[in-house]
Nanobody, 127 residues
Framework: EVQLVESGGGLVQAGGSLRLSCAVS????????IGWFRQAPGKEREGVSC??????????YYADSVKGRFSISSDNAKNMVYLQMNSLKSEDTAVYYC??????????????????WGQGTQVTVSA
């Protein structure tokens, strides 16, 4: 059974930083993708970043809204994926989810490509 557990959310002032963690378990493949998504109240879920967990290609992708501020990384030995969020803005306030997919065909920022989801962690950025 695939399980994803997020942690690291919290309350931070604008301009601050947080690092979210996603613990992944149960994947039987060595090649899959992990995406970070977020959903603010009253808004649609938005793809934030994606990384392919593979020995051959771990190129990350980012939404334009977070480029230059957020960084995704993985520790394959620990089955962990991280989202480092710097220069946080009030508009980054949302519930953040990590998700897993066997295959993604685009940039990996579309939620319909993902089969497995974590429970989410709240990030609140105060102005």
């Amino acid at each position: 059974e695939v399980q994803l557990v997020e942690s690291g959310g919290g309350l931070v002032q604008a301009g601050g930083s947080l690092r979210l963690s996603c613990a992944v378990s149960g994947f039987t493949f060595d090649d899959y993708s992990i995406g970070w998504f977020r959903q603010a109240p009253g808004k649609e879920r938005e793809g934030v970043s994606c990384i392919r967990i593979s020995s051959s290609d771990g190129s990350p992708y980012y939404a334009d809204s977070v480029k230059g501020r957020f960084s995704i990384s993985s520790d394959n030995a620990k089955n962990m994926v991280y989202l480092q969020m710097n220069s946080l803005k009030s508009e980054d306030t949302a519930v953040y989810y990590c998700a897993a997919a066997d295959v993604v065909y685009g940039l990996g920022l579309d939620d319909y490509e993902y089969d497995y989801w974590g429970q989410g962690t709240q990030v609140t950025v105060s102005a």
